[in-house]
């Protein structure tokens, strides 16, 4: 009687502890915001995700020191952009078992960057350090597979919340293909109405929607030396831009003096890093916005 | 039986060379089974246990000893090279994830194993002064390393040369100790881990230099044109990762085909690891094998031998007492007129034979002892013992 009563106990405290574990929220780290947000959205309270790059700062250009790649290690899941995204990875040591390269679906569709310079030495030959374009989610049905990857590394890893991952992931998916057929509507005015891009990180948005767009190498914050301005005459004679797209506000001499050039200015933030106002579908839908006064 | 012991006792020291060679004789008949047998059982124990607790290894078609012995014991012996698309093909499946190994490397005669993070939680390795490797260019040196060369967190230990001629070859690459773990009395204690990128640069797959194209020394370009520029043998590589440099370190070609020499791999399930051997069977190039076999092989071999040992040993055993028995009769004889004397004295028959006794007992005694020493001192060393009798 008295050893059936202690077995009934044990059993009744594995359990408690085996649900207890299988509910213990997942540590989700991110590399940038997108998939910082995609996570939320289809975890919801079952994963706390954290991104750790402080605001202001590009996560592609973020350097992590020791304690931070400490703290990703420690993570349930890490979740990788793919596309040769964040600089610091190549560095780094994680453990491959908790990496999710989101982009893995569409890495045969990653854009190389142009003009990169190649150089030779010693036995290896001629090698280059060329570039992919890494903001992928900027074509929004590529940032739905990647959030699909996002649910399917969920589901595997929670299989008890499946069925929530995937309501979630539903109302997710909804939004992205709204934004999605929202700006291929915009575009379709007009596909080859001319862009300048100030930053050379639109690249799937200009594959995906058909965006006839040549980019320059510019900062927002800081007007361009004279040098700049030239190759941007030259860039003119042979695309007539009447919209320059920046990243961010651009500085207003930069503003004025393009203006004087027939250039107006657009933002089309790409979000890489979590936004003061709103969130990711908030600042694409502003986006889109900004992108349809160009067609008005 | 005091006088006995003292008169035996003087007499035994009055003859010391024949007293040491009979302690001698005794004590190593007693001490090589004992010492066999020991080293045999902690080898056994020690093989058995790390290849119980690895699940799966794959390696290139080849021989199964060398890739366990390798990538279990991390042995000198390099198995046949495999290439990191072996690590995707694993995962791919979704029926177990790999722990790629890349263990070809020494630093200071410590084998330098390349893995990832991974490998620490799998083999529970515990971090016990420093931290966790973090970037490019760190090492975590296990607990008998740290020991043996005084290392702690914040030092630095170099890569050895492949060979020391090779003036094309690798060049040893200074690494820092960013942790050392704690002892876990397995081979891990005796390596010096790094991440698979560095164990990579060590190789030369990656290296770091100035930028090309910002160079200042024009004597280090061979050739500039618009888009490439090809740099001459002048060129100054790295010989030490730095948060300075650490953004000129970069790697050549497709990653996908890196080396790798073996791959630790930890399957789901019982049944999916049933199902991933059945897979690679036919596989012409890779094979994956169940350590636990290799080894239960390994050591059916050696008991095998070790039972030819033991024959030997007991023959010549019984070859010594037989010389021991004889040496005491003999010594009988030539102590006669000793004996008559002791008789002489009054003394009866058995007092002789207590002396003879005590003289037996004072033998075996100190042969007991020098063989209880011996054994603890081989108990105290067994980890090494084994590491140059078996695993080398």
């Known amino acids: 009687m008295n050893a059936k009563f202690w077995q009934i106990i044990v059993s009744i405290l594995l359990v408690v502890s085996f649900t207890a574990s299988a509910d213990e929220k997942l540590s989700v780290y991110a590399v940038n915001y997108p998939l910082a947000y995609f996570a939320e959205r289809i975890g919801g309270s079952s994963v706390n995700v954290v991104l750790p790059v402080p605001a202001g700062i590009d996560p592609a250009f973020w350097e992590p020191d020791a304690s931070v790649i400490a703290e990703f290690q420690q993570a349930d899941l890490i979740l990788l952009n793919g596309a040769g995204y964040a600089k610091w990875l190549k560095h780094a040591s994680l453990p491959r078992r908790k990496l999710v390269n989101t982009s893995a679906a569409f890495q045969r569709d990653y854009i190389s960057v142009e003009q990169t310079v190649t150089h030779q030495h010693g036995p290896g030959g001629d090698h280059s350090h060329a570039g992919t374009a890494f903001t992928t989610w900027l074509d929004f049905n590529q940032a739905r597979m990647q959030a699909k990857a996002i649910l399917s590394t969920l589901e595997n890893q929670r299989p008890r919340h499946a069925d929530t991952f995937i309501q979630n992931y539903t109302l997710l998916e909804k939004d992205l293909v709204s934004l999605d057929q929202a700006l291929s509507a915009i575009v379709a005015q007009d596909s080859n109405k001319p862009f300048i891009a100030s930053h050379p990180v639109y690249q799937y948005l200009s594959r995906r929607y058909y965006i006839n767009l040549k980019s320059v190498m510019w900062e927002p914050e800081i007007m361009p030396e004279q040098n700049q301005w030239d190759a941007l005459q030259q860039l003119l004679a042979t695309h007539d831009a009447k919209w320059m797209i920046w990243e961010g506000q651009p500085d207003k001499q930069s503003a004025t003096r393009l203006e004087e050039l027939d250039i107006n200015s657009l933002v089309f933030s790409p979000c890489a890093n979590t936004p003061e106002e709103g969130d990711f579908i908030s600042v694409m839908k502003n986006n889109i916005r900004e992108i349809e006064k160009a067609f008005q | ?392």
């Open chain 2, 1 to 392: 039986m005091i006088n006995s012991l003292y008169i035996a006792w003087h007499y035994l020291v009055f003859n010391k060379v024949r007293s040491a060679t009979l302690v001698a004789c005794i004590t190593l008949i007693a001490f090589l089974p004992m010492a066999l047998q020991l080293i045999l059982e902690e080898s056994q124990q020690l093989l058995q246990s790390r290849a119980n607790s690895t699940p799966l290894l794959l390696g290139a078609r080849g021989s199964a000893l060398d890739l366990v012995m390798s990538s279990l014991y991390f042995d000198d012996e390099v198995p046949e090279i495999i290439s990191m698309r072996a690590a995707d093909e694993i995962t791919d499946t979704g029926l177990a994830y790999a722990i790629p190994l890349y263990i070809r490397f020494q630093a200071r005669n410590k084998p330098i194993v390349g893995t990832s993070i991974d490998y620490f939680d799998f083999r529970n390795l515990q971090i016990a002064q420093g931290r966790m490797l973090a970037v490019l260019g760190e090492s975590v040196i296990g607990a008998g390393v740290a020991e043996e060369y005084g290392l702690a967190p914040g030092d630095s230990i170099v890569s050895s040369p492949d060979t020391l001629f090779d003036l094309a070859g690798a060049y040893p690459l200074k690494m820092t100790v960013a942790g050392i773990l704690e002892r876990s009395h397995t081979p891990d204690d005796q390596a010096v881990f790094v991440d698979l990128k560095t164990a990579w640069v060590i190789e030369g797959l990656g290296h770091g230099h100035e930028d090309l194209s910002r160079t200042r020394d024009s004597s280090v370009i061979l050739n500039r044109s618009e888009d490439s520029v090809t740099a001459n043998a002048k060129l100054f590589q790295y010989t030490e990762i730095t948060e300075e440099n650490m953004e000129g370190f970069h790697f050549h070609g497709d990653a996908s085909i890196y080396p790798l020499t073996a791959l630790l791999v930890v399957p789901d399930d019982a049944k999916a690891a049933t199902l991933l051997r059945g897979r690679y069977l036919e596989n012409q190039q890779y094979h994956i094998v169940r350590p636990t076999e290799v080894i239960q092989g390994l050591m059916q071999n050696i008991f095998r031998i070790k039972r030819v040992i033991d024959a030997v040993i007991a023959i010549v055993g019984l070859a010594t007492i037989l010389a021991i028995a004889l040496v005491f009769a003999l010594s009988v004889r030539l102590r006669q007129r000793e004996l008559t004397t002791i008789f002489k004295l009054g003394c009866s028959r058995m007092t002789a034979v207590k002396l003879i006794a005590a003289e037996i007992v004072i033998i075996v005694l100190a042969a007991g002892i020098i063989c209880a020493g011996l054994l603890y001192i081989v108990d105290a060393n067994i980890e090494t013992l084994v590491r140059m009798f078996i695993l080398n």
